[in-house]
C-alpha cells in the first residue's frame, strides 16, 4: 500500500504561481511513476503530469510549457510547480502513484493506471 497526501493548495490570481507537494509513504518511492491529475467542478478527471521512476516527464497539453513536474527521492515527495496560472487551472488536483514500468501515453494520460490517490488539494484561480 501506498499513502499520499498533498500539500499546497490554495486561491491565487491569474498570472501567479502555486507549487503543490505530495508526500508518498509505504513503498519505496523511487520505484514509483508519480504524477498529478485535476478535476473541476462537472468535468472528467484530467491528467496533467507524470514522472516516471527516472526522470522522465510527461504533460498534458493544457499544461506544457506552464507546469513543472519534479521529484526527490530523499524527500519521498513529488512536486507540481504551476505557472502563469488561469482561471481554467482552477479544480482538484489529485496525487497519483503506480509500481513498475509506465510506458505509453495513452496509458500515462489514464486514470485507471495508478493505482493510489491522494485525497486531493483545491486550487482556485481568480481572475
Known amino acids: 500500500q501506498v499513502q499520499l497526501v498533498e500539500f499546497g493548495g490554495g486561491l491565487v490570481q491569474a498570472g501567479g504561481s502555486l507549487r503543490l507537494s505530495c508526500s508518498a509513504s509505504g513503498r519505496t518511492f523511487s520505484t514509483l511513476a508519480m504524477g498529478w491529475f485535476r478535476q473541476a467542478p462537472g468535468k472528467e478527471r484530467e491528467f496533467a503530469a507524470v514522472?516516471?521512476?527516472?526522470?522522465?516527464?510527461y504533460y498534458g497539453d493544457s499544461v506544457k510549457g506552464r507546469f513543472t513536474i519534479s521529484r526527490d527521492n530523499a524527500k519521498n515527495t513529488v512536486y507540481l510547480q504551476m505557472n502563469s496560472l488561469k482561471p481554467e487551472d482552477t479544480a482538484v488536483y489529485y496525487c497519483v502513484a503506480v509500481g513498475g514500468p509506465l510506458y505509453g501515453d495513452s496509458k500515462m494520460v489514464d486514470p485507471l493506471t495508478y493505482d493510489y490517490w491522494g485525497q486531493g488539494t483545491q486550487v482556485t484561480v481568480s481572475s
Open positions: 514522472i516516471r521512476s527516472g526522470t522522465n516527464t
